[in-house]
């Protein structure tokens, strides 16, 4: 059996190593995006127009990186015909790296509002609010990033329990605005506004990801339980 | 995916979910069979019950204690390495390791809940009612009309003979292939047209299951899919256990898989055994076992 699986352990080998590679490119596009946020996030509380051009020209390498990771999950999938943890992994990464992506696209939205407003020249109230909910949603970014980098099975429960500061934090930035809005032209509330649903926008992105990572360990989807139950 | 967490979460809460949050239940996501069938049938879907099967080469074990249930109108497959004893398991269903001298069957293997080992039991019959189709297509060389003929005329068929050979070549996909050529030697076919031949042989005496030994291993993609889709219609009529060492083919046709591994000893001696049987999308995409795992990922040793 020794002399068998010598050749057939290298192919396997050099599989191992291109799956390694693809959780590698996964981790590096969602680190990409993270620094854009964390960028952003300065843009818009210090009023940087400069700053968010840079978030929009930065979008474009995870513009390329994401279609780089798709092409190698599609090419892996098709000459490897994976099962079992191996395709979960690979179709979890597809999603995963969907929604880094779309994250990425939500904090280039952010920007162009700020570019649209020449800056967001806020109250103190209003800039402490939104500076605590920036925070939040980039850390669970972060987190949701940290649990594929780690392959951690239980992170998609916990990124949901701690998405609901982000959601508190969400209503009371309505809640502020709805009365500063008022003191401001309309225009800027509304974009205002559309920040606010972006940022909860991007931390669901980060508990999503942590959902497909715990399928991808576990092959368990919780939300596939409450579907079957309709 | 989910577009709106803070808008489903206000739904939840509104379920009076005590924390607010969607009730999740996990489930596997495997369990459904190929035909959209449950994957917990009731006990008299069960065809063969094997309970504690041990296969003896003489002192050499093959086969180590093997307990398993094969449903009707399924495809059943068997995987594993070489030397895990899944052929051997196979020809236990059909007693074909009677053939073999020093062979030695223990447990039971229950045939619609009759012993096919008992002591009454002859095993020409259980043959004719479980019939085996071989790695290599293995006509005999006669005309197409007397390969499938001939079965049910030592079987003492009294019929109409032509009708039966018809209808066996229709069920096998073969009959319009074949219909005018009849009276030629089954050599003169193709490989993929003499497996089909030997599966219409094979069906000709009215058997309710068919082993098949590695059907496909010798024909090309196009005539091995013609088997496969062949096999998948058969279902309707009879019951298949397949041994296969394609894991694909395994994956794209059978209901259950049983995955067997190789247990080697200090002695040397190498013995099969079961490591896990389960609904084959279960098997495919979430395996309970780390060495089926392993194994259908190219990772075993």
């Keep these: ?230 | 995916m989910n577009d709106d967490r803070g808008n489903e979460r206000a739904e939840a809460a509104a379920r009076a979910d005590g924390e607010g949050r969607p009730a999740a239940r996990a489930i596997s996501v495997g369990g459904v069979l190929r035909n959209g069938r449950p994957a917990e049938p009731s006990a008299q879907d069960i065809i063969f019950d094997v309970q504690g099967l041990r296969v003896f080469y003489g002192s050499f074990q093959a086969v180590a204690d093997t307990t398993l249930a094969i449903r009707e109108h399924e495809i059943t497959a068997l995987i594993g390495p070489s030397g895990c004893g899944k052929t051997t398991v196979l020809r236990c269903f059909n007693r074909m390791n009677d053939l073999i001298e020093s062979a030695r069957v223990e447990g039971t293997i229950r045939y619609h809940g009759a012993d096919i080992y008992g002591e009454k039991v002859d095993p020409v019959e259980v043959r004719r009612r479980v019939g085996m189709v071989f790695q290599k297509p293995n006509p005999f060389p006669k005309s197409i009309y007397d390969n499938i003929a001939f079965g049910p005329r030592i079987a003492g068929f009294k019929g109409n003979m032509g009708e039966l050979v018809e209808q066996s070549l229709v069920r096998a996909a073969l009959w319009d292939e074949v219909k005018d050529k009849l009276k030629q030697s089954a050599y003169a076919l193709s490989g993929g047209q003499q497996q089909r031949l030997c599966i219409a042989r094979a069906i000709a005496t009215s058997p309710d299951v068919l082993l098949m030994d590695e059907p496909c291993s010798s024909l090309d993609p196009i005539a091995t899919l013609r088997i496969e889709e062949l096999m998948i219609e058969l279902t309707r009529d009879y019951s298949i256990i397949i041994v296969t060492h394609n894991m694909q083919q395994a994956a794209r046709v059978s209901d259950r898989t049983a995955f067997f591994t190789v247990d080697v000893k200090e002695t040397g001696m190498r013995t099969g055994r079961l490591v896990e049987f389960d609904a084959t999308d279960v098997i495919f995409t979430r395996p309970n076992q780390k060495q089926t795992e392993d194994y259908i990922t190219g990772r075993f040793g």
């Design chain 1, 1 to 230: 059996m020794t002399d068998d699986r010598t050749p057939h352990s290298e192919i396997r080998h050099r599989f191992d190593t291109e799956l390694d590679g693809i959780k590698h490119a996964s981790v590096a596009l969602g680190s990409l995006v993270l620094e854009n946020a964390g960028r952003l996030a300065e843009a818009l509380l210090e009023s940087r127009v400069d700053l968010a051009q840079q978030v929009i020209d930065a979008d474009d390498p995870v513009d390329r990186a994401y279609i780089d990771l798709e092409r190698r999950v599609f090419r892996v999938i098709a000459l490897q015909q994976p099962v079992a943890s191996d395709l979960r992994f690979l179709i979890s990464i597809i999603r995963v790296a969907h929604e880094i992506e779309r994250s990425g696209d939500l904090v280039v939205n952010c920007a162009k509002g700020i570019l649209r407003q020449q800056g967001f020249h806020l109250g103190s109230q209003m800039q402490g609010v939104l500076a605590r909910l920036c925070r939040a949603a980039l850390e669970l970014f972060a987190r949701g990033i940290d649990s594929l980098a780690d392959m951690d099975p239980e992170a998609g429960q916990r990124l949901d329990h701690e998405d609901d500061v982000v959601d508190t934090l969400v209503g009371e930035f309505y809640t502020l605005l709805a009365t500063e809005a008022e003191g401001m032209p309309v225009d800027t509330a509304i974009e205002l506004s559309r920040v606010g649903r972006y940022m909860e926008r991007i931390a669901d992105h980060a508990v999503n990801i942590g959902e497909h990572i715990g399928f991808a360990v576990t092959g368990i989807f919780p939300r596939h339980g409450n579907i079957d139950e309709q």
